[in-house]
Every structure is written in structure tokens, then in C-alpha cells.
């Protein structure tokens, strides 16, 4: 049992309810991988080893009394936006860098329930805003398949830490591919649910029409169980879709007969390396050979996708982040003289140029004068945006598209240009604007051993085409045997 | 020509209640200049008529029962404040 952190969840399952293994030995041997290799990963902020063990030993008597669930023991890490009742929840930022939340998000309910165990909580962009990880407030995650690369961002740790076996699946959250990209380029699995599908609250807010959670994994299945868990309706967020939750991992049992996968013509252009190119187009070729039938399709207004995304999004965010005030919780600046004086020297210290660069963009499109010529503009274009995927999914069971235009780059390569950072996320953003679920499945390496991903994009609440897709395409690919050494 | 100006980012820093040295004056303003540019190209498509989008799925008139829950202790609320005192955040004079 020297390799239990190699398990997928599936797996360890079976191990569990056998009883051949316990959680307890489970979580120590994640622990102890943790203290061995993180310190060259990077990807935990807060390990919560205490906690941990004691939910593991929870669990272990929940299985002996034969009450187990799908999670009950399995060790989870969580993205640190999402809210854990008195364990620090820092958003990557300085602002709330002691802040221990009073209650727990909606999704932290649910895995409680389940009896899963939280490892610790994992490095992101500050406040979500990234798409490298470098902007965290604290440190850089390495990617594990390249300690000389970003792991992509902004669940940078969330994929950083599944990918090394560091936990055996985790939380993260997507605004504009912040699960798909990092999922991607750590050669894991990461799904972006509809919006709505899973509860926001206990969230911290980035930009609240397109931000939803997800799940990053080591396998499709293992995605789809951990979705299964989260996904379901909560009154607490208004937005929170009443739909029932279908048993999405049952969606990973089904062939691809009859299946029709679309390919947008506009996610294969210029920008887009070859190789990258190449090793999604094999995917496309696997997919069309276990049975699904593929048509060239269009979306002609992908290309006003970024542009629309760094209005609404700023917009939104600027409106979302004016609660860091020094008042009601996080940092407060000294040397003040008056309330005014208080409020700038916060959040100027507080936040790190990012997040101020995207507070101030934001501000500005919403200023008098400015409200219609961007974020009215924006918001149209938007409409257009969604209309293109409407027609597609009148013809399509799902699409199939590259998730980042590159593989994992170099650290620092993008800091000083946040135009080409924003462009990485030029095939991810869409999929929030329209609210669809989205994944990134692993589909190849390039010539540098660098993985590439795959992303299959469905319908509202379509999340079972995208597990079917998804699972086809790895059952035949079979990739997932290779891991990084680290 | 540039979009925004020094003056301007000095006036939108103090709507966001942000400041800044010269230097960071003089790079933000170079940034969302390129970043606005960038965001020009919106213009080249004629958007009369079309309705805005501001959520992508629509949900109407979404109610509850207005039932009295139990809610945080006042001294779980104000136990991450940086300065609170008898149950009150605590601030600078006001008035």
C-alpha cells in the first residue's frame, strides 16, 4: 500500500468500504506527501492537519458502521476563496489574510455531510484574478510536470495539487477558466459547472453573473462524483438553480452512438500553437472514432469574447470588492486621520496591482458618462455571444475546442502584460458569459512533455454530455497512467 | 491618442477609494490606455436593438418564505473586525 496517493476517488472507494485500507492511513500518507513535496509545488496556503485527522477518524467510524457515501474518508483540498468555518480563509490576498470565516460556504456543508476530509486549503490568484497563480499575495505555485512553469490560474493550487497527488481531488472556482485553464495545463481534469448549477454562497465574490465552483480531479469519473456532491439547490443563493441532480456518474457509462460533437472554427486561429493544435485534433480524431459524429461549425463572435469578459467582469468586481473597507473584517491600514483616509490606505495596502489594475478598469466603465459606451456594449455583445452557442447546441450535443492556446508557460513570462495574460483565457471566457458548463480533459503532451487539454462545452445544465464526452475520450486516450514524477 | 488620462485615473482612484504614487499613476495609466484599446474593437459591431444580457439564465421572481432563522452571534459577526468594541465595528469619527 506504499502508493495510496496514486488512488483515483473511484478507487479508494472500493479500498475504504472493503476495509483494507482506513482513512486515517489514507490521510496520513496525503499528509506526508504533502510535507515532502510541497515545499517544491507550493500549492497549499493552510494545511489543516489536525482537523484533517480527526475527520478521517470520523469517517473510519462511519464506514465500520457501513454508512458510507461516495466521499465519506476521501481526502479533498479547497480552493482558499471558498469559506471554511474558523480556518483562514485568505483569497490569495494580503486583505484577508486572517480572516476565519463564521460559517461554512454552502459547499463545505455538503462535503461535511458526505464525511470527506479537507487536507488544507490551496494557493489562487488574489481574489481570483489571474491566470498564472503569480498573483497571489503569498507565493507562486509551481506546476508540477515543470517546477520552472505556472501551474495557470486562478485554482493554480487546486490543479497544482491534484496533479502531484498532493490530495485526490479538489475544489476550485471559474470566472473566466480559472478551473479549466489550470486543469489543463497540470494535466488534470477540471469542470466549470452551469452557472447556478452549484450554490455560490459562502464564495467570496469575484464577479457574481459568471463565477461558479467546480471540481478538479484525477479521472472523469472522479469529477463527475465530486459534482454529484456539490451540485443542488440552496436557497441562500438567489441565483441557485432549483433543477434535481441527475447521478452524474452514471453519464460516465454511456458510448458516443448517435453522439454529435461540434468544432467552432474560431478556436483553431492564429495564436493558437501548433502543437497544442495538433494534439487536440487527435482528440477530436478519438472522439469521432468512439462513435460521435463531428461537424465544423461557427462561433462568429468569439473574438469579442475577452473584450466583453474584462468589462463585465471588472465592472462586477469593482462593485463586489468595495465590502474591503477596514470595517467589518480583514486588514485595516494604520495612520489615519479620517474615515476617507482610512478607506484608501486599506485597500491601497490591502490589495496587490491586479486586483487594484481591474478595481480601477471596472470603476472606470461604470462612471458617469461611461455606463453605456462599455458595460451596455458589453452586455449586448454578450446576447450575441450567447445566441452563437444557442444555434451551435441546435445541432450539437456538445463542442469540442482547445482550453488555452498554449501549454503551461514560463514564471514571470506574462506579469508585465496583462493583455497577453488576459488572451490566455481567450477560449475559456465564453463559456461564462453564456453560463454553459464547460471541461478540461487531458487529451496529450506537447514536444516539451507538457500536457494539453481538451474542452468539451455543453448546454445549460447538460453537464451529463459533457461526463460522456469526456469519459469516452480518456477511456480511449488512456493517458491517465502517466503522472508527474516530482 | 490616449483614452484616459493621468487627471482621469486620479479621479476614478478616488471613486474606487484607491491611491497611488506618481509612479503607479503613470503605469496604470499607460495599462488601461492599452487595456481600453483593446476593448475598442466592441465598436465595430452594430449592437442597435439587441437586448443586454446581465445574467445568463433568467430566473424571474425567485421568493421565500420571510421566516425568522437564527443568525451569527453579534460576537461571531464583528470577531474578524480589526477594531470592534461592545458588539460595534468601531471607526473614525464621522460627523
Known sequence: MSNLTDLTISELRQLLDRREVTSTEVTKAYLQRIQGVDPRIHSFITVTEEEALEQAKRADERIFSGASSSLTGIPLGIKDVICTRGINTTCGSKMLENFRPPYNAHVMERLEEHGAVMLGKLNMDEFAMGSSTENSAFFETRNPWDLERIPGGSSGGSAASVGARLCCASLGSDTGGSIRQPASHCGVVGMKPTYGRVSRYGLVAFASSLDQIGPLARSVKDCAILLEAISGHDPRDSTCLPAPVPAYSKACSEGLDGFTIGVPEEYFVEGLDPEVERAVKAGIDTLESAGAQIERISLPHTEYAVAVYYIIATAEASSNLSRYDGVKYGFRAEGYSNLIEMYKKTRAQGFGPEVKRRIMLGTYCLSAGYYDAFYKKASQVRTLIIQDFKEAFKKCDCLAAPVAPTTAFRLGEKVADPIQMYLSDIFTIPVNLAGIPGISVPCGFDSKGLPVGLQLMAGHLQEEKLLRAAFNLETALNLQVKWPET | ?95
Open chain 2, 1 to 95: 491618442m490616449a483614452k484616459i488620462t493621468v487627471t482621469e485615473v486620479e479621479h476614478v482612484a478616488h471613486l474606487a477609494r484607491l491611491t497611488f504614487s506618481t509612479e503607479e499613476v503613470e503605469a496604470f495609466t499607460r495599462q488601461l490606455n492599452d487595456i481600453l484599446e483593446f476593448i475598442d474593437k466592441l465598436d465595430a459591431l452594430d449592437t442597435a436593438g439587441i437586448e443586454p444580457t446581465t445574467r445568463a439564465i433568467e430566473l424571474l421572481n425567485v421568493f421565500r418564505e420571510d421566516e425568522v432563522k437564527e443568525s451569527l452571534p453579534v460576537e461571531e459577526a464583528t470577531g474578524n473586525a480589526p477594531l470592534a468594541e461592545e458588539g460595534a465595528f468601531v471607526v473614525p469619527r464621522i460627523i
